[in-house]
T-cell receptor
Framework: AQKVTQAQTEISVVEKEDVTLDCVYE???????LFWYKQPPSGELVFLIR??????QNEISGRYSWNFQKSTSSFNFTITASQVVDSAVYFC????????????FGTGTRLQVTL | ETGVTQTPRHLVMGMTNKKSLKCEQH?????MYWYKQSAKKPLELMFV???????ENNSVPSRFSPECPNSSHLFLHLHTLQPEDSALYLC???????????FGPGTRLTVL
């Protein structure tokens, strides 16, 4: 069975601090996909990144970066120089490679960025 | 309209009512999904439709009845709900199983 663990329930930082959100996953599949989504107070989940199991290159997109480590089954997300607009709940998710993917979500990490 | 839209955005219903949630995707995707998001619980996948065929039903009570008349529209028919069914119901779509899912804004359902 697939499982995603986000051990950090809530994180509070002051603006401009860097913050890392942890994600650990479990799967028996050799081909799988990892995702991060952001859920602002408005409720809509916003897609941030997809990574497949064969691509362990880290990725940077502006202030966002992701560290995929297959050896530790982790896919951590770092926000550099956090801003108030980054305040949201962040979800890590895992899917298999089926015709219609079944996303298994973690419980989410609520990030609060204050001035 | 772009992306994934859901109506209504908010719904309050009694336990004996019948209502329907509507989802429409304007992305040309082949798969559509219903999720339930309750407070302090992970998002729960309810149903998956691929090319208008239901391919997943995660032990959802029969008081929830999905319908996918075409690849762009997905409905969730509700009847005889319980107060514990109060939650945010999210619809999503994806091109196929290899791609990311795009979510609608959700319907906030309250069952009295």
């Amino acid at each position: 069975a697939q499982k995603v663990t986000q051990a950090q329930t809530e994180i509070s930082v002051v603006e401009k601090e860097d913050v890392t959100l942890d994600c650990v996953y479990e799967t028996r599949d050799t081909t799988y996909y990892l995702f991060w989504y952001k859920q602002p107070p408005s409720g809509e989940l916003v897609f941030l990144i997809r990574r497949n199991s064969f691509d362990e290159q880290n990725e940077i997109s502006g202030r966002y970066s992701w560290n995929f480590q297959k050896s530790t089954s982790s896919f951590n997300f770092t926000i550099t120089a956090s801003q108030v607009v980054d305040s949201a709940v962040y979800f890590c998710a895992l899917s298999d490679s089926g015709t219609a993917s079944k996303l298994t979500f973690g419980t989410g990490t609520r990030l609060q960025v204050t001035l | 309209e772009t992306g994934v839209t859901q109506t209504p955005r908010h719904l309050v219903m009694g336990m004996t009512n019948k209502k329907s949630l509507k989802c429409e995707q304007h992305l040309g995707h082949n798969a559509m999904y219903w999720y339930k998001q309750s407070a302090k619980k992970p998002l729960e996948l309810m149903f998956v439709y691929s090319l208008e065929e239901r391919v997943e039903n995660n032990s959802v009570p029969s008081r929830f009845s999905p319908e996918c008349p075409n690849s762009s529209h997905l409905f969730l028919h509700l009847h005889t709900l319980q107060p514990e069914d109060s939650a945010l119901y999210l619809c999503a779509s994806s091109q196929d199983g290899y791609n990311e899912q795009f979510f609608g804004p959700g319907t906030r359902l309250t069952v009295l």
